[in-house]
Structure formats: structure tokens, C-alpha cells
Nanobody, 118 residues
């Protein structure tokens, strides 16, 4: 059974930090690019960051460059999103997504809420 389980969300003040985790199981983690998306209240889901299956290529949305860092741990089948200098506009439900490097077949997690507020 394929599972992507996000954790680490919560309430944080502006300027604070959070680290999100996404634990993967039920598929070959090393063959999938991993991404974080977010969906702010009343808005469409948007791509935040992607790390390729090899871990050698990483991309970020312009809005989070220099503040967020994506990484993956193949030993733990987990992808992380370190979020620093958080802003109120970072408030969203954050989702983890796995995409097969060849077929494009993909899986989504259930999401974790991040709220940035004084």
C-alpha cells in the first residue's frame, strides 16, 4: 500500500522556522522525484520545491528561494522541507508528491497545515 505521510506542520510566528517531513512507503523511493506543493486558503495548489530522484537537481518557486530547502534521505525514504523566515503568505496546506522519473505516475500525501501568524 502506497503511503505519503506528511508531518511537522503547525502554528508559527512570522520569522520563525518549521521542518516538514514526508515519509514514503509502498513504492521504490529512489525512482521518484519528490516535490512539495502548497494550497493557500481560497487559492490553487502551487509547486514549492522539487528534488529529483538522484538528489542532484533541485528547484524552488521564486517566492521561497533563499528561505526554504528541500532534501531527501534515501535510508529513511523521507523528504524534508526546511522552512525559515516564514511569512504570513506562507500559510497553506502543504502536500508531498512523488512522481516516477520515467512514467510520470504519481502519488500525493494528505497534507499538513502550516499557519504563520503573530
Amino acid at each position: 500500500q502506497v503511503q505519503l505521510v506528511e508531518s511537522g506542520g503547525g502554528l508559527v510566528q512570522p520569522g520563525g522556522s518549521l521542518r516538514l517531513s514526508c515519509a514514503a512507503s509502498g513504492f521504490t523511493f529512489s525512482k521518484y522525484a519528490m516535490s512539495w506543493y502548497r494550497q493557500p486558503p481560497g487559492k490553487e495548489r502551487e509547486l514549492v520545491a522539487t528534488i529529483q530522484s538522484t538528489g542532484r537537481s533541485i528547484n524552488y518557486a521564486d517566492s521561497v528561494k533563499g528561505r526554504f530547502a528541500i532534501s531527501r534521505d534515501s535510508a529513511k525514504n523521507t523528504v524534508y522541507l526546511q522552512m525559515n523566515n516564514l511569512k504570513p503568505e506562507d500559510t497553506a496546506v502543504y502536500y508531498c508528491r512523488a512522481v516516477h522519473r520515467l512514467s510520470g505516475h504519481n502519488y500525493w500525501g494528505q497534507g499538513t497545515q502550516v499557519t504563520v501568524s503573530p
